[in-house]
């Protein structure tokens, strides 16, 4: 969760105090500081600017401060007689308390699916816990496809193809993307005709649960995802009051195995990404089975080795991740 910026090992000493390893500070006013420098990008909508890839940003809701980032290959500004690229509407991860849609690494990650998928991406910039805990995450998900229903920007009514649309998230973005797909699969007919959602790409989604699994114990003082940041990642953004074995961390509790009776009667298909070197592989595991028990379509692709984020810092793994992605969406 920590991704590029976690130090080579967890010392001894930051295991007693996951606030510093996270280089964040708890306020009493239920907020936090955050005093880890990530790198941002800004957008680049100028089609003259040498990027294959352009980007811009447009408001979701300028009340609670949200914002998409679009990604559009420059190719389909070359091609306008082409047909309309499949839609990906991607959240980033962070454990829900840090990073951005800006933040360099996630715009690097979408510029690079969209060059290599030749797919339109609509990042988003989600609230962050604890200022605001889940399900505000949740909220603004389903309001962003909502957005794409009546946003009229040229990028998204000229060159993306509604009817070919995927819900896919990182890390924390990956466990977004599941329960956002839970719920828009509940009220589709809000959303459809416009939009027609494909299914979701859940890649390293972020579960837990009160009870440990084997990999979580195994790797408990994994450099990028300890245990004990793991822990307080969830303590920060559930529900005040609550446990991780509240339905938002663990997906085996609630409704969230019933709904999923809806996403396989929608046709919905699930391609679930991790590696044997994340502390949440048996959660994917333990998801795609309960997937599969439920008759939902599911794809999933465990590789050996690797660590959680991975795929944001090798571009080698990035690049072999999109082949997955674009055989997944466009089965021959």
């Not at 046709?267 to 994340?278: A, M, S, T």
Request: hydrophobic share 40%.
């Amino acid at each position: 969760m920590s991704f590029n910026f976690a130090p080579s090992k967890p010392k001894s000493w930051l295991r007693h105090c996951p606030y510093q390893y996270l280089q964040i500070v708890n306020n009493s006013n239920g907020t936090i500081t955050r005093h880890r420098k990530i790198p941002n990008t800004p957008a680049t909508p100028d089609p003259d600017h040498p990027t294959p890839v352009l980007s811009k940003d447009i408001p979701l809701n300028q009340s609670n401060k949200t914002w998409v980032r679009i990604f559009l290959p420059k190719q389909a500004l070359n091609n306008p007689s082409s047909s309309k690229l499949p839609l990906i509407v991607y959240f980033h991860g962070g454990g829900f308390i840090l990073y951005s849609a800006s933040s360099t690494v996630f715009h690097d990650f979408c510029s690079n699916i969209a060059i290599d998928v030749n797919a339109i991406i609509v990042s988003v910039d989600y609230r962050l816990a604890p200022e605001h805990r889940l399900p505000a995450a949740y909220d603004d998900a389903v309001e962003t496809l909502h957005l794409i229903t009546t946003n009229q920007d040229e990028w998204l009514t000229k060159y993306a193809d509604f009817s070919n649309t995927y819900i896919m998230g990182t890390s924390a973005g990956g466990n977004v993307a599941y329960h956002a797909g839970l719920r828009v699969a509940s009220e589709v007919e809000n959303l459809q005709p416009l939009i027609l959602i494909k299914g979701l790409i859940l890649h390293q989604p972020f579960f837990g649960a009160t009870q440990r699994t084997e990999s979580e114990l195994r790797l408990v003082s994994d450099p990028v995802l300890p245990l004990f940041v793991n822990d307080l990642m969830w303590e920060l953004s559930l529900p005040i009051g609550v446990d991780r074995d509240h339905e938002y961390c663990n997906s085996t509790v609630g409704g969230g195995s019933q709904r999923l009776e809806k996403i396989r009667l929608l046709g919905w298909r699930v391609l679930v990404i991790d590696c044997k070197g994340d502390p949440l592989i048996d959660r994917q595991i333990e998801l795609v089975k309960m997937m599969e028990e439920k008759g939902v379509v599911v794809v999933s692709q465990f590789d050996e080795g690797g660590h959680h984020g991975v795929d944001l810092q090798d571009l080698s793994r990035a690049k072999a991740l999109n082949v997955v992605l674009k055989n997944f969406m466009l089965p021959s």
